[in-house]
């Protein structure tokens, strides 16, 4: 707010070095206007930022996909070899579906995965017992994030309104 000292208002008061923050140059980092005779404070408060440090590696993968919503679940992989047999993929890793859509699931895994990739994801009771084909990869240092595409339909996955 840029202001304007008027010799016919004499109540405004005319701000010298107003920053972005509506704070003036001034040690005690307060604002204090006075418009028509009402005056206000600013106050000082602090927020965290999400950052790259503090936001997961998968989460930068799911910006990519409009309908995603965060799950948080707990699965064991399986990557399925080529001309193999789904069901005879040995579980080699426990991960966590961090997002979905209703089509795919977003994870990180350290298992050495490619975009194309068979996979089969299922957790602890059975009652999510997937095939998914990968159809994004990010790789990094540690770990590989992954996103996969279910191969067939998933009743009760993901129920969008």
Known sequence: MLCCFSFSEPRILALQKLFLTGKRGSRTARTERW????????????????????????????RFFPDVSPVRMRVQLARIAPDGIPSAAPFSESIVI?????????????????????????????????IAAVVAVQYHPDKTVVAARFQGEVPNWIVKS
């Open 35 to 62: 418009i028509r005779g009402v005056s206000s404070l600013a106050q000082e408060a602090t927020a965290t930022a999400r950052n790259e440090q503090t936001a997961s590696p998968v989460s930068g993968l799911a």
């Open 98 to 130: 961090e997002f979905g859509t209703p089509r795919e699931v977003l994870f990180a895994c350290h298992t050495p995965l490619e975009f194309g990739d068979d996979l089969r994801l299922r957790n602890s009771d059975g009652s999510f017992d997937v």
